[in-house]
Every structure is written in structure tokens, then in C-alpha cells.
């Protein structure tokens, strides 16, 4: 494996930040075995394969909700933050404040307790938990609000210091490196959810508790937070490709340091004027913020592409200057049997899907028709799953080695994992969307409505349940493994993955039309995925405007 | 200024602009969304202020 910033970094760390991190990443690796579990049985009942229940159902749902989209991503995030804030830093002097970083792991695990033990003792609320399902105070709503607190106030104590590790270099007057800079950025956004959590979530558990009244905007608060909750997993993924690409091939960015702060600082500009389409259900929205939310919203992938482009176009000179051939020959030249490398180019293509898709929901007239529908859970999996939790999963492949000493068992079957989940993926993702335009509702869980649903709704859940299972394979044997590295077992160094070493100056000059004519390819499947809505919609004989409903 | 410090600037003056867009014109009239964006705002004053101060002790 290679010596370099990532690797060397965790390497050289203290003994007591190294025990830190395996605690974030253990905790990470049990959120995510629980979600898969969770998800896994919410999609058999949802294909008709078992009947849970409406009870046992809904705990499945509002389980998979909570675990993977709060707990595993946020512990996964939390424990990458702190290690890439430390490597490109000064590794060897450790954490600063660390104190406040493993009180941040205490709080966000006394939320993950809270939070499990709040979905058995009340009426599940779904991960989204407006108030008003809850419909009465109890210790256990009290305890699914404290629960989510308790991440929040531990993200912004892992966040805070995470961002004075990252002044240890200024200090001695060096500047910051792009993954140095890029961290500061993701842990100023990692605060400010934070504060968004308290808005949402304090009033609530405040109600929950018996101090307050049932809050009466709760669903605006909640859209803040979870805007910001979206663009923090695609923030965090980019940077994890800038930093594993120069892991796994010596490449840094031809078009320097400077433009790559910019583009990342460009996240930030961008994540508050993006933000209003997410109050598109809201039927009392003047039509004016509905039409100025509309275009806002288009820029929302700008930054995510610009860094796409930024690494694909750095790839290609690179490869070039060693002799690569042909338009795509350079691709070739990867290393694909690398499990990281594997893990992120299945993670880029499942990006350009789930983002093609994203633009058909984030339009003002198509979000009412389709937000209830299966077709969100049939997009999301591609971001959540095939973009957002195999990045994370790459940068454990080279993370976890790194602090452990111990190779990981099972390379071979690592690189397979990333396809394995993608065609999953694929059959749930296709199956959903499809359903989606065809009127499957979200959140039901047995969609034949007593034989009288069409009978396409049946076979698309079929496939659907399908798809889930492939993913729960690939996830299953990707946590027992990455979890596997953790225990004290003895294990040699074991092979080195294969990288390649383009490092070294190339010509701005060089011919690298894949990243270009990547985006072209996007937006060509943008406008068709937008236009077969329209068209769809437009023959369905009904009319919809918004209804309050929760994304 | 630093270039770090000059781009948190620039985030801090975009985020506190649409905060007051929030809390005052009433067409836009969020309160939950400006809270969440002023707090974001001061964050990334606090941030780009300490890149340029930890910069000046060169």
C-alpha cells in the first residue's frame, strides 16, 4: 500500500487517536450491519417476500432510516473527517482537543442507544419523526428527539476539533493543503447541521417531554437540516475521491490547488441558495419563491461536477503523458483490481444516475407528483448507497489497515463487492423508478391494495426486493470484513493493492475530452429522464398540487 | 488575507446576505431558515478569521 498523506498519516497517529478513530469506525461499521438488516427486511415485506406486520413493518422502515441515513453516515464521516484533519496536518502531534473528540463519540453513541431504544418503546416515527405522528408526549418520543440531539451535539465537538487539528500546520506557517482546506469546509458545514438538528429537534423534544407545545413549523426546520444533510455525504465523498485517487495513482490536480479550494469553497456558497425546493410540497409557498427555488436548484450539482471534472480530467493528462491510447484508453490503465479503485468508479457511475434522476424530482411542477411516490427510495439508494456509502467503504479499505497494522482479509472479494452492490442497485433503482411513475406510494408497505393495484405494482416490487437483497450481500460481506480488521487477530501484511504511480508535472495542454464529454452524457440523460416525467404526467388524468408531504 | 481565509469570507458573506433575505423580506419570510444560515454565516467568519490570524503569526 502507499506511503503517502492518507496512509502514512493514520499510520503515524498516537496510540489514543488511533483507539479513537476504531471506536468511530466500529460504531460506524454497527450502524451500517444494522441499517442493511433493517433495509433488507422493509424491502422483502415491500415485494410481498415476508409479512412483518404494519408494526414490526414500519420499525423496519424507520430503523433503516435512522441507522444508515444518521448513524452510519455520520459516524462514518465524523471518524474520515478527524482522520484526514490529522494526516494532512501533523499526524505524529495527534488530535488537538482530544478531549472534545471522544466526548463526541460518547454523545453520538448515547444517540444511537436512544434512538434504537425510542424505536421499540413508541409507534415508530420514520427517521423524518414529525411530531404529529407521534400524536402524544412520551419518555420514548422524548427519547428519539434526545437521541438525534445527542448526535448533533457530537458532530459539532468532533467537528470543532477536527477544525483546530487542522491550525497545528498554519501555526507553524505553512497553509493548508486542498484536503486540509476541504476538511475546514466540511467541518464548518458539520457545525452548522448541527445548529440545524437543535432548530429542528429542540421544540420537539421539549413538546415530547411535557415543557412545550406540539411545534407548528417543524416541517420548515426540518427541510434546512436535511438540505444540509444531503449535501454533506456528497461534499464528504468528493473529497474522499481527490484524496484516494492521489492514494491509489500519485495524481494530483493539473489545474492546482487554488482552483480545487475554490470549487470546494464553491459547496458552501452554494448549499443556502439551493435550499428552497425542498419546500416545494408546502402548499402556502408564494408562486414567486416557488419559480426563483426552481432555478436555484439547478445549480445544486455544479460544485459535485466541478470536482468530478477537476479528478477525471487530472486522471486522463496523466494517463496520457504515460502513453495511454485511443478516447478511452486511459481508463484502462487503472487500477481496477484495487478495491478502493473499483468502489469509486461504480460510485461515479451510480453518481451520474441518481443525480440525472435528482433533477426530475427538484422540479417545482413534477416534485408534487412523484414526492410520495416510490420514485424517491428508487433515486436515493443510487446516491446513498451506490455513490455516498461505497466511497466511504473505499476510504475504510485503505483507512482501517492503516490503523490497525493488519492487512484486510479477502482483497479479491472486496473488489467484486462494489459491481455486486451496483446490480443490486440497478434492479431496485430501475424497478422503483419505474414504480414511482406508475403510482407506487412511498411508506406503504403492502401496495396491493386487496388485488384492486394494477399488476405491475406487484412485479415491480418483486424486482425490487430482489435488488435490495443483492445489496444486502454486498454490504453484509463488505461490514464483516472491514469489521473483521478491527478485532485483535492475527494477520500478516498481506498483499499490496495494485496502484499506479502517475505523479509529476503534465502539460495543460494534453488532450482529456472523457471528463467533458461525461457531463454532456449527464445532461442528455437529465433532459430524457425530465421529459419522459412530463410526458408521463401529462397523460395521467389527474392534477396535483402540493400537500405538506415530507421528503 | 490568505486565500483560505478570503474564500471562508466570501461563504460568510453569502450565508449572512440570505439570512437577512429571510428574517426580512416577506416574500421569504423563514425564520427557521435564517437562523440556521446566520449561525452558518458566524461560523465561517470564525473560521476564515483564524486562517488569516494563524497565517499572520508566520
Known amino acids: 500500500m502507499s506511503q503517502n498523506g492518507l496512509v502514512s498519516g493514520v499510520a503515524a497517529l498516537p496510540e489514543a487517536d488511533k483507539r479513537l478513530l476504531k471506536l468511530f469506525f466500529a460504531a460506524a461499521l454497527g450502524a451500517l450491519g444494522l441499517g442493511v438488516l433493517f433495509g433488507a427486511s422493509t424491502a422483502l415485506a415491500r415485494a410481498g417476500f415476508v409479512d412483518l406486520g404494519p408494526l414490526a413493518g414500519y420499525r423496519a422502515m424507520s430503523g433503516h432510516g435512522v ?7 455520520y459516524f462514518a464521516q465524523a471518524g474520515l473527517l478527524l482522520a484526514l484533519a490529522a494526516a494532512y496536518g501533523a499526524p ?9 473528540a471522544a466526548s ?11 434512538s434504537l431504544y425510542a424505536l421499540y418503546g413508541a409507534m415508530p416515527l420514520l427517521y423524518d419523526a414529525p411530531p404529529e405522528l407521534a400524536r402524544e408526549p412520551s419518555p420514548a418520543v422524548a427519547a428519539f428527539y434526545a437521541g438525534y440531539l445527542a448526535l448533533s451535539a457530537g458532530l459539532f465537538c468532533v467537528a470543532a476539533a477536527a477544525v483546530a487539528t487542522t491550525l497545528r500546520p498554519l501555526a507553524r506557517g505553512e497553509s493548508w493543503s486542498v484536503a486540509s482546506f476541504a476538511s475546514v469546509a466540511w467541518a464548518g458545514l458539520l457545525m452548522v447541521t448541527a445548529i440545524a438538528a437543535f432548530t429542528a429537534f429542540g421544540p420537539s423534544l421539549m413538546w415530547a417531554l411535557g415543557l412545550g407545545t406540539m411545534p407548528t413549523n417543524y416541517s420548515t426546520a426540518w427541510h434546512v437540516l436535511f438540505h444540509n444533510m444531503h449535501y454533506l455525504p456528497l461534499m464528504a465523498t468528493v473529497l474522499l475521491w481527490y484524496v484516494l485517487i492521489e492514494t491509489l495513482t500519485g495524481v494530483k490536480s493539473i489545474l492546482g490547488a487554488r482552483f480545487s479550494k475554490i470549487v470546494f469553497a464553491s459547496y458552501l456558497i452554494l448549499v443556502p441558495p439551493t435550499s428552497l425546493y425542498h419546500m416545494f410540497l408546502e402548499p402556502d409557498l408564494a408562486e414567486p419563491v416557488r419559480v426563483v427555488g426552481s432555478l436555484l436548484s439547478l445549480f445544486i450539482s455544479v460544485p459535485t461536477v466541478l470536482v468530478f471534472l477537476v479528478i477525471v480530467v487530472s486522471l486522463e493528462a496523466h494517463a496520457r503523458a504515460q502513453g495511454a491510447q485511443g478516447l478511452f484508453g486511459w481508463m484502462r490503465m487503472l487500477p481496477w483490481r484495487n478495491p478502493a479503485m473499483s468502489a469509486i468508479g461504480f460510485a461515479a457511475a451510480n453518481l451520474a444516475l441518481g443525480g440525472a434522476l435528482s433533477f426530475v424530482l427538484i422540479q417545482e411542477k413534477l416534485a408534487p407528483l412523484l414526492s410520495d411516490t416510490f420514485f424517491v427510495p428508487g433515486y436515493f439508494h443510487f446516491l446513498t448507497v451506490g455513490t455516498v456509502t461505497l466511497t466511504f467503504l473505499a476510504a475504510l479499505v485503505y483507512a482501517l489497515p492503516a490503523l490497525t497494522g493488519r492487512a484486510l482479509g479477502q482483497p479479491g472479494l472486496l473488489r467484486w463487492l462494489p459491481p455486486l452492490a451496483t446490480l443490486g442497485l440497478v434492479l431496485f433503482g430501475t424497478a422503483g423508478v419505474t414504480a414511482g411513475y406508475l403510482g407506487v406510494p412511498r411508506r ?46 492475527k494477520r500478516g501484511a498481506g498483499a499490496a493493492y495494485p496502484e499506479v504511480r502517475w505523479g509529476g508535472e503534465v502539460a495543460l495542454d494534453a488532450r482529456a475530452w472523457t471528463g467533458p464529454l461525461a457531463i454532456a452524457v449527464l445532461l442528455a440523460l437529465m433532459v430524457v429522464f425530465s ?12 392534477e396535483a398540487i402540493g400537500g405538506a408531504a415530507h421528503h | ?19 437577512v433575505v429571510y428574517a426580512t423580506v416577506p416574500l421569504f419570510h423563514m425564520p427557521e431558515y435564517a437562523v440556521v444560515w446566520g449561525w452558518g454565516a458566524v461560523i465561517f467568519l470564525v473560521l476564515g478569521v483564524l486562517a488569516a490570524r494563524r497565517r499572520s503569526r508566520r
Open chain 1, 67 to 73: 441507522t444508515i441515513f444518521f448513524y452510519w453516515l
Open chain 1, 92 to 100: 505524529r502531534a495527534g488530535f488537538a482537543l482530544r478531549p472534545l
Open chain 1, 104 to 114: 463526541g463519540v460518547a454523545l453520538m453513541a448515547a444517540g444511537l442507544a436512544a
Open chain 1, 444 to 489: 406503504v408497505l403492502d401496495v396491493s391494495y386487496a388485488g384492486d393495484a394494477p399488476a405491475a405494482w406487484g412485479t415491480l416490487m418483486s424486482i425490487v426486493g430482489v435488488g435490495g437483497l443483492l445489496m444486502t450481500v454486498a454490504l453484509g460481506l463488505y461490514v464483516l470484513v472491514l469489521a473483521l480488521n478491527l478485532l485483535p487477530l
Open chain 1, 531 to 542: 421529459v419522459g416525467a412530463f410526458e408521463l404526467m401529462k397523460a395521467l388524468p389527474l
Open chain 2, 1 to 19: 488575507m490568505s486565500e483560505d481565509s478570503f474564500l471562508f469570507i466570501a461563504v460568510f458573506v453569502v450565508w449572512a446576505a440570505l439570512a
